[in-house]
């Protein structure tokens, strides 16, 4: 089972909930492997990504372009006279699925996050055409940027099973109460996620991977 996951924002949780679902997929048998096409700033979001894969990958495969600044990626590689490349990535990418049945392929930042002066996140995803959760911050101000996120993607012609509602803060407002009642009238809520959860119990991650299954049905 591959996947693209991506955010609704930067410090969503990607990372996180990549790391948490490598790790419970890989308890139950999948040879699931994640990974960081795209990285700016330190690396740790890698070594995260690669400790939950058990270090199967190096950190330049499951990391191909890093990127020292702490900004968007076609910002830090102007910074540093670089170009990125989507057709090398797609081949990279295309690489490891030959050799791995089970990716978890984690976006930088939001959804249209600049890569090129022409291509965002949403572009490479496009051209992995994966189905795409997207890691929703559990704040205020999420449903629009969920609802916004959700139409692109449904507008590049792109699966989206659902999301992973992120609840990053144990204080509660009126905001984190409600956000799910209507975020729930609009997509699936594949996976629900607590602030300091270390696992994911088998049957949360079966109703996660029922839900993709669902809306990627095996072709006949």
Do not use: Y
């Amino acid at each position: 089972m591959n996947l693209f996951i991506t955010g609704t924002d930067t410090n969503a949780g990607k990372t996180f909930v990549t790391a948490l679902l490598t790790r419970a997929l890989r308890a139950r048998g999948f040879e699931t492997i994640a990974l960081k096409p795209l990285c700016s700033g330190e690396r740790s979001d890698v070594e995260i990504l690669q400790a939950a894969s058990d270090h199967h990958l190096s950190l330049d495969e499951t990391n191909p372009v890093w990127l020292r600044e702490p900004a968007a990626p076609l910002v830090a590689a102007n910074l540093e006279n670089r170009s990125i490349s989507l057709d090398s990535l797609v081949d990279w990418f295309r690489h490891l699925s030959s050799k791995h049945p089970s990716l978890l392929v984690e976006g930088a930042g939001g959804w249209l996050v600049p890569i090129t002066p022409k291509a965002t996140i949403a572009d490479f995803a496009a051209r992995l055409a994966l189905p795409v959760v997207p890691v929703v911050a559990n704040r205020l101000g999420c449903i629009n940027h969920t609802l916004l996120t959700l139409e692109s993607i449904r507008a590049r012609g792109l699966q989206c099973p659902g999301i992973v509602l992120n609840t990053l803060s144990t204080t509660e407002d009126i905001a984190t109460r409600t956000n799910r009642e209507i975020l729930v009238q609009h997509t699936p809520i594949l996976l629900e996620i607590h602030p300091s959860q270390t696992d994911i119990p088998p049957t949360h991650l079966a109703h996660f991977l029922h839900g993709c299954i669902r809306a990627n049905p095996a072709p006949k």
